[in-house]
C-alpha cells in the first residue's frame, strides 16, 4: 500500500512526498519487517532528496543512518569526514575509509590509517593489508 505511492513520489522525484509517506510508516529496529525496511528506505530517500544533514543528525542515534551516512560518504569520496567519523570511533567508517583509499590504489595511506586510529582492529588491518588481485 505505501510502497505504490512512494515509488510513484519517487518516480516523480517529489522526495519531499515519499519521505513523507515511508517515514509515517517506519520504525527502526521494529520486530514488524515492513516498519523496519520502512526505516531503511527512509534513511535512503534522505539520501536520494540530498538532505545528507537531516542524515547527519539521526546518524547520532540511530545505527541505519550512520551506516547509510557512511556509504553515502564513502560512494562520494568523502575521504576526510570518514576520518573524523572514524576517529570518533564510528567502526563502519574506518572500514569504508580503508576501502577507499584501497580503491584509489593508495595503500600505504590505508595501512597508516589503521595504524593511526585502530591497530588493534584485526578486521581494518585485513582491509588494509589485503591482496587487491
Request: proline share 1%; aromatic share 6%.
Amino acid at each position: 500500500m505505501i510502497h505504490d505511492a512512494v515509488r510513484a513520489a519517487e518516480s516523480r522525484s517529489d522526495w519531499g512526498a515519499a519521505i513523507s509517506v515511508v517515514s509515517a510508516a517506519a520504525r527502526c529496529r521494529s520486530a514488524d519487517a515492513d516498519m523496519h525496511n520502512a526505516h531503511l528506505w527512509h534513511m535512503d530517500l534522505l539520501v536520494k532528496a540530498e538532505l545528507i544533514d537531516e542524515l547527519a543528525m539521526l546518524a547520532r542515534a540511530d545505527v541505519h543512518a550512520r551506516r547509510r551516512l557512511d556509504r553515502f560518504l564513502y560512494e562520494n569520496g568523502c575521504d576526510g569526514d570518514l576520518r573524523q567519523r572514524a576517529q570518533r570511533g564510528d567502526k563502519a567508517a574506518l572500514y569504508y575509509l580503508v576501502k577507499l583509499l584501497r580503491r584509489r590504489g593508495e595503500q600505504i595511506a590505508a595501512q597508516q590509517v589503521v595504524d593511526e586510529i585502530d591497530p588493534a582492529d584485526q578486521y581494518a588491518l585485513e582491509l588494509a593489508t589485503r591482496d587487491s588481485s
